[in-house]
């Protein structure tokens, strides 16, 4: 397996608008996080994740760009953006971009252009297509409820967006927008940035024709997704895009990818095929949804996450490379979907993060989770601000009548503002996020949840992720050894080994609240034990061939 930087880094994601407001008017800013860097320093990471900070009208918190040369107003100047990564420099980390490329904002020049006439120049950068029968012209289902079409008035057509009917989708199909991304990436690169993590890249392209998804159940719009995921050109574009841009840097790459299975990754990632480095894959996040996609709730089965990580590690084993995460801006937090975020809070956070960070592959941590922030649940769907969640609402109560408790139950467990409550810094009023009013409310257990609290306790989440990037950097097993499941078939244990030359990590973990018993498998031996972290006091020389877990135990044993 060849060594890279970017196998080694553990990356921390930041959403901007949520982080650290620092002039008062309650959105998060570039100065903002550049006051909190050292923070970032100390926790020990390599690589920051920055969502969107470009120019846009904000119908999805910069996911809807309307320029990509330019930084958000509430977010700052690019003076300030260069500063930002002038500091990141200086404190030896580095700087991944958001990459949103499958659409714009329908305000960017582009769109506005297109939308103008049909022999516009800049028409065929978009989709647009005429409706059949007085209809839409075929019947996708946007990601965030509704037809994925818009019928615009003044050409007569329909344009497609897999999102929000503001942002419309690019075409990929038209080598002028290709090359348009192209430069747009490499005037980022020149800046010195250090990677881009590529917003549903799987999607950019389209099975010609467009045909209509098969629809058993007569339903009004269905998932066009097998005639967007993985499209029939996707590689050609990604090997198009790496020789015009990326192999010309030495930078780091994480395409976002829903549906995309282990043998599709294989082709994405594969040292040889110089396409990226890793992708964002969703069948971990998915094991907790039911037929009708995520807000159809299903409980998790420990057995469910075991084999799906199991296939994706043997997988990409000297192949491609994995990221790992359990988190992010559109999910819910870690600790309340896989933990337990009342009375193991910390015991669970401290577990989960043991188990990706003795994974193999890159780990990626959301802002917040070093903390063990958890789900929040605001009594009014008023006080949520997600356009995902909200076009689901509507749909789901005011259009087709169903229970508002029962989708509120949904948007508990699943809704994407529980990871986007302001970041919570320290004990005072609106958590030291801001000194106006936040822009979402704050969640009410930051009292006891927050940074500084975090930062001050030796025991806390916080110092126990310092300790656990500090193996990475120290063991190189971490990073490079090879993965094995024990005990494939327990219900509570998640238990594995990493092997790297003559040593093996013995990784032994209780996802449950229950204490389970665990027995060494005879197979494993060793001559010496050392215990490199647990997150109970456990007495290193104990024998561990058989022992008792504690509720949501782990433990990482060096064994030779
Ligand atoms: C994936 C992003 O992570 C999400 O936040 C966004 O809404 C969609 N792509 C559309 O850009």
Not at 117 to 134: T, V
Not at 261 to 287: I, P, S, W
Not at 302 to 318: N, Y
Request: charged share 30%; with cysteine.
């Amino acid at each position: 397996m060849k060594k890279q930087w970017w196998k080694e880094s553990v990356v921390y994601q930041i959403y901007p608008r949520s982080f650290k407001d620092s002039n008062g008017d309650g959105i998060g800013d570039i100065q903002g996080i550049i006051s909190k860097l050292d923070y970032l320093k100390d926790l020990g990471i390599d690589v920051i994740w920055l969502s969107p900070v470009y120019k846009s009208p904000n119908d999805d918190n910069g996911y809807d760009i309307s320029d990509y040369r330019d930084i958000m107003d509430e977010f700052g100047t690019m003076a300030d953006w260069e500063e930002l990564l002038a500091e990141i420099h200086k404190r030896g980390m580095k700087l991944m971009m958001d990459l949103v490329v499958n659409h714009t904002s329908d305000e960017h020049p582009w769109f506005i252009e297109s939308r103008k006439s049909k022999d516009n120049p800049y028409r065929d950068y978009y989709i647009w297509r005429p409706g059949k029968e007085g209809k839409e012209p075929n019947n996708w289902e946007s990601c965030f409820s509704g037809s994925a079409w818009e019928y615009d008035e003044t050409t007569g057509e329909y344009y497609l967006h897999l999102f929000s009917k503001k942002q419309p989708d690019l075409n990929w199909e038209n080598p002028k927008v290709r090359q348009e991304v192209y430069d747009m990436m490499k005037f980022w690169l020149d800046k010195g940035i250090d990677g881009f993590r590529m917003d549903v890249i799987n999607f950019i392209s389209k099975v010609p024709g467009l045909p209509d998804a098969p629809n058993p159940e007569g339903k009004k719009y269905v998932s066009g997704s097998r005639f967007f995921m993985n499209g029939p050109r996707i590689h050609e574009f990604l090997q198009e895009m790496n020789r015009e841009v990326l192999s010309k840097y030495d930078v780091m790459t994480v395409g976002e990818m829903p549906g995309v299975t282990v043998e599709e990754a294989k082709l994405y990632t594969g040292e040889d095929r110089n396409e990226v480095n890793m992708v964002f894959q969703f069948e971990h996040v998915d094991l907790d949804s039911g037929p009708n996609g995520k807000w159809d709730l299903r409980p998790l089965k420990l057995r469910d996450l075991k084999e799906s990580f199991t296939k994706w590690q043997k997988g990409l084993e000297g192949v491609g490379w994995n990221s790992l995460y359990l988190n992010n801006h559109d999910q819910p937090r870690m600790v309340s979907r896989f933990g337990n975020d009342q009375e193991y809070r910390v015991e669970s956070a401290k577990m989960l993060a043991t188990f990706l960070h003795m994974l193999q592959g890159t780990p990626y941590i959301y802002q917040g989770e070093e903390i063990g922030m958890t789900n929040v649940r605001f009594d009014s769907i008023d006080d949520y601000k997600d356009i995902e969640t909200l076009n689901m609402y509507r749909e789901k109560v005011m259009e087709n009548d169903e229970d508002p408790q029962k989708v509120m139950e949904a948007i508990y467990a699943k809704g994407r503002d529980n990871a986007r409550t302001p970041f919570q810094w320290d004990d005072s009023e609106n958590a030291g996020f801001t000194t106006g009013t936040p822009w979402m409310k704050v969640n009410p257990n930051y009292k006891e949840i927050n940074a500084k609290k975090a930062v001050e306790d030796p025991n806390s989440i916080y110092h126990y992720y310092r300790k656990l990037i500090q193996l990475r950097k120290q063991y190189p097993i971490v990073v490079y050894g090879s993965y094995d499941i024990i005990l494939p078939e327990h219900e509570q244990i998640y238990a594995y080994t990493r092997t790297h030359k003559n040593e093996k990590l013995l990784v032994i973990l209780n996802f449950s609240a229950d204490q389970p018993i665990f027995e060494l498998p005879k197979e494993i031996t060793f001559t010496t034990k050392e215990l490199l972290i647990s997150n109970y006091d456990v007495n290193g020389e104990e024998a561990i061939e058989i022992f008792t877990l504690k509720p949501y135990e782990a433990r990482v044993y060096l064994l030779k």
